[in-house]
């Protein structure tokens, strides 16, 4: 293996590192839902290259409002799934879609893009 063999494929290991690092391991934005007028919980989420923030908190038994603002048009954001609670959405570009849900039991559950690439997750307290 020659000189610029082992710095191609050390570059490629750095980025393949800075990939998991940022999908598996990095810092998560957490918000708890806004509760309104009859208790409703609200949360704003804008979608680009990803969902800020990515982590909702919410109370359980109380409804919830989801509000996903999606401020571009990569083809990844254009689905949103939400697998435990039987949502499949698609969400059109540079428009706020609500999601709205009643959740039961405490837990966590991911929201995704339809390619599962973009993650968050709603938590159930």
């Known amino acids: 293996m020659d000189t610029v063999e082992l710095f191609v ?3 490629g290991a750095l980025l393949i590192g800075l990939v998991l ?3 598996f391991f990095s810092e998560r934005e957490v918000v ?4 309104s007028l009859g208790g409703l919980q609200q949360a704003d989420i804008t979608v ?4 800020s923030p990515d982590v909702i908190e919410v109370e359980r038994g109380r ?3 989801l509000h996903f ?9 254009e689905e949103l ?3 435990d609670f039987h949502i499949r959405r698609e969400l059109p570009a540079f428009q706020t879609t609500t999601i709205e849900l009643l959740p039961q039991q405490p837990g ?3 929201f995704t893009c339809g390619m599962h690439m973009l993650r968050g997750k709603l938590v159930v307290k």
């Open 81 to 83: 799934l939400l697998p």
């Open 32 to 35: 708890s839902a806004v509760s």
């Open 108 to 110: 966590t559950f991911e």
């Open 9 to 11: 494929t050390a570059a």
């Open 21 to 23: 690092w940022y999908f």
């Open 48 to 51: 680009k290259g990803g969902y």
């Open 69 to 77: 603002h999606r401020t571009e048009d990569a083809s990844c954001s």
């Open 63 to 65: 409804p919830v409002q």
